[in-house]
């Protein structure tokens, strides 16, 4: 099946600094992907939408300028944390699908943020 | 997409078949039910979806009510390997949004 790929797979970053997410899809083309935190013990919760080549769309209360998201292959999105503070530690994930209405949504591993 | 309801937690004893329902009486003609799982500090597995038929593959059996407002996810012989969150989600596919709902936690037990 198809695989998307993150990278890395977990990072600590001291506050104030910025931090670059990878998220690929290995075998098919993305022109869409997503993009998700986890707080511990909570469920997964929608952050934005990436489009390839266009603006990414933001959830509501998600602060576009403080998470910045670029799509600029069918095969790659980025997601950095920009200005990151301990209240940004959390797991994000990425996912993408093939398109189409009867298809699955691929999940990257995840990356666990840690900012002190 | 519709919004769907799981009971937080489940237990079931290792061998015996775990069997978890959602609810999705929301749901609209073209939204799939979709089932993912999610094993701690991993991201989420896909399981088995379907739109109206039962379905079933290596990992589970999905039965869906014949109104499509609820669905079953069927684990045949539970291992502890299974203790995950599961997530029922309905899912319109092509490009439109994926949002998980909080999920059941299922425990298996030795």
């Known amino acids: 099946g198809a695989v998307v790929s993150q990278h890395p797979s977990w990072v600590i970053c001291k506050s104030g600094t910025s931090v670059k997410i990878e998220c690929r899809s290995l075998?098919?083309?993305?022109?869409?992907m997503f993009w998700y935190r986890q707080f511990p013990k909570q469920s997964l919760m929608l952050m934005a939408t990436?489009?390839?080549?266009?603006?990414?769309?933001?959830e509501q209360g998600v602060e576009k300028d403080k998470f910045l998201i670029n799509h600029a292959s069918l095969t790659l999105s980025t997601l950095t944390v920009t200005s990151a503070h301990p209240e940004d530690s959390s797991f994000y994930i990425c996912?993408?699908?093939?398109?189409?209405?009867?298809?699955?949504?691929?999940f990257g591993q995840g990356t666990r943020l840690t900012v002190v | 997409d519709a919004k769907t309801t799981q009971p937080p937690s489940m237990d079931c004893a290792e061998g015996r078949a775990a069997n978890l329902p959602c609810n999705h009486s929301t749901i609209s003609g073209n939204e799939y039910v979709y089932w993912y799982r999610q094993i701690h500090s991993q991201g989420p597995q896909y399981i088995i979806h379907?739109?109206?038929n039962n379905e079933t593959n290596e990992m589970a059996s999905l039965i869906i009510t014949e109104d499509r407002k609820s669905s079953t996810l069927i684990l045949p012989h539970a291992t502890l390997r299974d203790t995950a969150v599961y997530y029922c989600i309905a899912f319109k596919g092509n490009f439109n949004k994926f949002y998980f709902g909080s999920g059941t936690k299922l425990n298996v037990k030795p």
């Open positions: 379907g739109l109206k």
């Open positions: 075998d098919f083309q993305a022109t869409t």
């Open positions: 996912s993408a699908d093939t398109g189409g209405f009867d298809t699955e949504a691929f």
């Open positions: 990436s489009n390839e080549g266009s603006k990414a769309t933001y």
